[in-house]
């Protein structure tokens, strides 16, 4: 995982130091003021490297709302799925965001799909996963037609859930249109934003608003803190894969309901279990708690689904059918757990079925199809027999432990040197960049800002990224590198 920060990324509040002690990041800055760099510039990377898990943003609402629209407006790209018509699905729920210099995720709802309890049913069940996983909630209604039904039935759940919520009022596209938003006041949710998604129109407003609602840091605190509780673990997985088998198994009793339809989970099945004389929360696994079966979009809500259990996790047991291909939608899992900066364990369920041809094919397939996550601990198992599971915790605590380790600043400049010195950066355009020096700024997952003379290619952070794991492990978890380049003195704006 790597980015450019661009000058004037960081915020105006107070710089946080990220994992750098006082004296470290003192020594650091006066570095950094050697080699020719802008101490705000320096102060800023660091700053937003430094960051834990950001806060999540879920926006929910009735169908044809404009739900999408807004993301799209909210990201500033087009990435939701937009579309004249209820039912559109979506391979990704969760975006990144920036306002005002603060970065956040955008869980979106946009898809539904009509079953058979029901159009307020299945909006319901998007709105809880999405509500889950949020630190706050856009709300939008269609300030066109005004509060209906199943916009009530939204703000119950709202109100029940006791999560922050920014009134949306949308398709506001002029002056006439803000009386129709007033109306919206009724719904005792506090002042309705006019907006216009479309046009952009007073969603600077509305995005104010919801910073004001959002935390600087998630309300969750990590187990390994002294207040955190037990670590917990998001399973998850395609469905019918086996979570809910595996589960019941690594708890010893049928704590959720196993059944071979995909559907969506009702109840969070939030479990704790202890394993290897440790007490461990299982969150929002996906067994069958009440049948709730849909004709059409199961993978749609189980994406939702997983979206809400990684953000409340810290790390990810991935489980994959050993007996079937890799799909398209384990690697859309997997790289779900990635960008969501969690510890990764792969677990292969039904390795007991297997005979010696299909062990053969499926480690090809894991090399090619799955090499983006080779650094994440393996264990094959089997949820029906039991087998292996014993091999689950020392996997899970593995990547833990790579999760939160934390390079001192010294030591890393001196691989950063050695590295350097041993294999160069390509030179292009008759010009050699070079990693001047550099910091792990945070950890959970580790996160490292480089600075640099010149820009650094794509190719060339990957080789970084893989001589770090060989030289400091971190095993089972993402890393996160960020470079910032030197600008030429003088080149900075006055």
Same mark, same amino acid.
């Given at each position: ?23 470290e990041y003192a020594e650091f800055m006066e570095l950094a003021a050697e080699e020719g760099f802008d101490i705000e510039d320096v102060e800023g990377a660091i700053e937003a490297a430094g960051h834990g898990p950001l806060p999540v943003l879920a926006v929910v609402g009735r169908p044809n709302v404009g739900k999408s629209t807004l993301v799209n407006r909210i990201i ?170 595996? &589960?019941?198994? $690594? =708890?010893?009793?049928? *704590? %959720?309901? @196993?059944?071979?339809?995909? #559907? ?44 809400a259990a990684v953000e409340k996790a810290e790390v990810a047991v991935i489980l994959l059918d050993a007996s079937e291909n890799i799909s398209v939608q384990d690697q859309r899992i997997v790289t779900m757990a990635v960008e969501a900066g969690r510890a990764v364990v792969l677990a292969y369920n039904k390795w007991d079925t297997l005979d010696e041809e299909r062990r ?9 199809? &799955?090499?983006? $996550? =080779?650094?994440?601990? *393996? %264990?094959? @198992?089997?949820?029906?027999? #039991? ?108």
């Amino acid at each position: 995982m790597n980015d450019d920060i661009q000058p004037g990324d960081s915020a105006e509040h107070e710089y946080d130091h990220g994992a750098l002690g006082d004296a470290e990041y003192a020594e650091f800055m006066e570095l950094a003021a050697e080699e020719g760099f802008d101490i705000e510039d320096v102060e800023g990377a660091i700053e937003a490297a430094g960051h834990g898990p950001l806060p999540v943003l879920a926006v929910v609402g009735r169908p044809n709302v404009g739900k999408s629209t807004l993301v799209n407006r909210i990201i500033g790209r087009r990435e939701a799925v937009v579309e004249d018509k209820p039912g559109v699905t979506r391979d990704r729920v969760t975006y990144e965001a920036e306002w005002a210099g603060r970065r956040f995720k955008v869980v979106d709802t946009g898809g539904w799909e009509q079953d058979v309890l029901g159009i307020d049913a299945s909006v319901a069940a998007q709105a809880e996963y999405a509500i889950e996983a949020a630190d706050a909630v856009v709300f939008v209604v269609d300030a066109k037609v005004g509060a209906t039904d199943t916009d009530e039935a939204v703000v119950r759940l709202l109100r029940k859930a006791g999560k922050p919520v920014v009134l949306a009022a949308n398709k506001v596209d002029g002056p006439s249109g803000e009386a129709d938003a007033a109306y919206l006041w009724n719904l005792g949710l506090g002042e309705p934003h006019p907006v216009s998604a479309l046009h952009g129109r007073g969603t600077g407003d509305m995005l104010d608003a919801v910073l004001e609602a959002l935390p600087t840091a998630p309300a969750q605190t990590f187990g390994g803190t002294g207040i955190g509780g037990p670590r917990r673990i998001a399973l998850i997985g395609r469905p019918n894969v086996g979570k809910s088998s595996l &589960l019941n198994k $690594v =708890a010893g009793e049928e *704590r %959720v309901v @196993v059944n071979e339809l995909a #559907g969506t989970t009702r109840d969070p099945v939030d479990e704790m279990i202890e394993l290897g004389g440790v007490t461990w929360k299982f969150v929002d696994t996906a067994g069958i708690r009440k049948r709730v079966h849909l004709q059409q979009g199961a993978d749609y809500y189980a994406s939702l689904r997983t979206a809400a259990a990684v953000e409340k996790a810290e790390v990810a047991v991935i489980l994959l059918d050993a007996s079937e291909n890799i799909s398209v939608q384990d690697q859309r899992i997997v790289t779900m757990a990635v960008e969501a900066g969690r510890a990764v364990v792969l677990a292969y369920n039904k390795w007991d079925t297997l005979d010696e041809e299909r062990r053969y094919y499926l480690e090809r397939e894991i090399e090619t199809e &799955l090499g983006q $996550v =080779a650094w994440a601990p *393996r %264990v094959n @198992v089997s949820a029906r027999t #039991g087998r292996h599971m014993e091999k689950l915790v020392p996997a899970i605590e593995t990547a833990l432990a790579g999760w939160e380790t934390r390079v001192p600043t010294g030591r890393l400049n001196a691989f950063l040197g050695e590295l350097v010195s041993a294999h160069p950066h390509p030179v292009r355009g008759g010009k050699q960049p070079r990693i001047l020096f550099g910091t792990q700024a945070g950890t959970k997952p580790p996160r490292f800002v480089l600075f640099a003379s010149g820009f650094i290619e794509a190719g060339y952070r990957r080789f970084i990224e893989r001589r770090l794991r060989e030289e400091f492990g971190f095993e089972g978890t993402p890393i996160h590198i960020s470079v910032r380049v030197r600008e030429k003195r003088g080149a900075k704006k006055k």
